[in-house]
């Protein structure tokens, strides 16, 4: 199944925050978050593992929640550059016998506006 | 190469013609995935290989799409008797560690008339 972003769009002004949950009824082995530029490839921020480790690099947070089966990504004292469409892609726990090997479900996506 | 390379990165195809689109991962990264991407919707997984195999081709819609990897490195999808349904952009991306997270190409978009 594919896993539910809230909110669908999101419209701010340069300087606030802004908060992109994901949520899941399968129980996760990680959680990745990329961000799409209109006519780009998918650029990865953050992967969160069952267990709480968490890989990622620049200037954004995020949280798993494993008894929600949810994770949120925070993005904070927005720039016009964080403008796109914010993806989650989830692996199921359990996948290739217990293997994970990265194969995501992407969930429809959140575009994302920092206006001046 | 520095990043994930996909050719062409536009192609218009008759409906019924056969299609070949090619990925050239990063160098040394073993593990190769396509995804499809249709116009608004998010990236539907396709199919994954490790090295040259392919141990999760449950993505493909049909046995109208193959797709092979040769030499651990480049990969072609192809798509057989092309459909207007199969028109999108279809993204390659390679990892050397799936808990590192993806290197994503910037897609091939299929438009099949």
């Known amino acids: 199944q594919q896993p539910v972003q809230s909110p669908q769009a999101v419209i701010l002004r340069e300087g606030e925050d802004a908060v992109i949950n994901c949520s899941s009824s399968?129980?996760?082995?990680?959680v990745h978050w990329y961000r799409q530029k209109h006519g780009e490839a998918p650029v990865f921020l953050m992967i969160?593992?069952?267990?709480?480790e968490q890989k990622g690099h620049d200037k954004i947070s995020a949280s798993f929640n494993e008894k929600k089966q949810q994770s949120s990504l925070y993005l904070t004292a927005s720039q016009l550059s964080y403008s796109g469409t914010y993806f989650c892609?989830?692996?199921?726990?359990?996948?290739?016998?217990?293997?994970?090997?990265?194969?995501?479900?992407f969930g429809q996506g959140t575009i994302l506006t920092v206006h001046p | 190469g520095a990043g994930v390379s996909q050719s062409p990165s536009n192609k218009v195809t008759e409906k019924g013609k056969d299609v070949e689109l090619r990925c050239d991962p990063i160098?040394?990264?073993?593990?190769l995935y396509w995804y499809r991407q249709s116009l608004g919707q998010g990236l539907e997984f396709l199919i994954y290989?490790?090295?040259?195999?392919?141990?999760?081709k449950s993505g493909l819609p049909s046995d109208r799409f193959s797709a092979e990897r040769t030499g651990g490195s480049v990969s072609t999808l192809t798509i057989q008797r092309t459909q207007q349904e199969d028109s999108a952009v279809y993204l390659c991306?390679?990892?050397?560690?799936?808990?590192?997270?993806?290197?994503f190409g910037s897609g091939t978009r299929l438009t099949v008339v």
């Open positions: 991306a390679s990892s050397f560690d799936p808990n590192y997270g993806y290197t």
């Open positions: 892609g989830t692996e199921r726990w359990g996948n290739a016998g217990g293997t994970s090997y990265g194969k995501l479900t």
């Open positions: 160098s040394g990264h073993t593990a």
């Open positions: 290989f490790q090295g040259n195999s392919a141990p999760d």
């Open positions: 399968k129980a996760l082995y990680s």
């Open positions: 969160l593992l069952k267990g709480g």
